[in-house]
């Protein structure tokens, strides 16, 4: 059973003083059969309260307010993690017995979020590709894996030309970007052929294997696979999770899994500054670091307006 030593910090830094900074976090690490959290350190600029609750989707959020005047914000996050080898379904009943059983949950309310297409202009061309791998393939569970390998072999990764606003659209057009526009659209596509899908947002620790992604926030995919349950697939390395992924969230998208969001209140540009560290058992560390400019549009000198920001390095 790996150990895993994960550091995340996320650093605000505004041109000038701002004011009313109210944030919300999904840093908890999510706790079940599969992941043990030994150990959880959350350091904040100015030691604010934070209110935890558990969000629609089962996940741990924290809220927490900064009321005076700042030039800066810290969120420093520590995490010990234990990860556990999963089971992959044995697929062996019957495909129509399968496909019929996703059509009999479809409607259910835990389900229903996992399976809304979005409406796009690729959406024709996407769908003909996606029924031909519903086509070829017998079961959910081997039209998933054939979904997932079709975006690892037909999209380059490639880091910095896109963001956490890109559509789908934008994607499809470039075939390229990080892990999380890969989730983005096998999401999509895994939700065409009535297979439920929903966004996971975490970290991928290899140690030196070659995955992508490593020593950096991370995103993949989990399809709901009949008799089974959900099973993690990562197209951004073409694999199914197991160990090596440290869960962090699930939701329908970046949106419900964002690890730092919030508003403040001020006018000022701000650059915001993003590094985690993978530390493993044998002392071997990966280290992954950006910086992002976030111009606020130009206001009135004397207009005071709250300006919406979020974690705005990709899930990489």
Do not use: C, R
């Given at each position: 059973m790996p150990r895993f030593k994960i550091h995340h910090v996320t650093k605000y830094i505004y041109e000038s003083r701002v004011i009313d900074s109210a944030n919300q976090i999904?840093?908890?690490?999510?706790k079940d059969e599969y992941q043990e959290v030994l150990k959880h350190e959350l350091?904040?600029?100015?030691?604010?309260?934070?209110?935890?609750?558990?969000?629609?989707?089962?996940?741990?959020v924290g809220s927490f307010a900064t009321p005076e005047l700042h030039k800066e914000l810290i969120i420093d996050s520590r995490i010990e993690v234990i990860t556990r080898p999963r089971q992959q379904p044995d697929d062996a009943k019957p495909k129509e017995e399968q496909w019929g059983h996703l059509q009999q949950v479809r409607n259910k309310v835990t389900l229903i979020d996992f399976l809304k297409v979005e409406q796009f202009d690729a959406l024709a061309e996407i769908t003909?590709?996606?029924?031909?791998?519903?086509?070829?393939?017998?079961?959910?569970f081997a039209a998933a894996l054939k979904l997932n390998e079709f975006v690892f072999e037909n999209f380059r990764y490639i880091k910095g030309i896109t963001n956490v606003e890109t559509t789908l659209n934008e994607i499809w057009k470039l075939k390229a970007g990080v892990c999380q526009d890969?989730?983005?659209i096998l999401s999509a596509m895994l939700r065409i052929i009535n297979i439920p899908a929903r966004y996971v947002s975490g970290y991928v620790c290899p140690n030196k294997s070659g995955m992508r992604g490593e020593g950096a926030t991370h995103a993949w995919v989990e399809a709901y696979i009949p008799f089974f349950g959900w099973l993690g697939l990562d197209p951004t390395n073409n694999c199914i999770v197991n160990d090596l992924h440290v869960r962090l969230a699930v939701g329908r998208n970046f949106t419900d899994c964002s690890p730092v969001k919030g508003t403040y209140k001020g006018t000022s540009?701000?650059?915001?500054?993003v590094g985690v560290t993978v530390s493993y058992e044998d002392g071997y560390s990966k280290e992954d670091f950006n910086t992002v400019m976030t111009p606020q549009p130009k206001l009135n000198e004397t207009q005071n307006s709250y300006r919406r920001y979020m974690e705005m390095q990709q899930q990489q």
């Open positions: 999904i840093l908890y690490p999510i350091n904040i600029t100015g030691d604010p309260l934070v209110e935890i609750y558990k969000d629609y989707y089962g996940n741990e003909s590709i996606v029924e031909l791998a519903h086509t070829l393939e017998s079961t959910p890969f989730a983005h540009e701000q650059t915001l500054e």
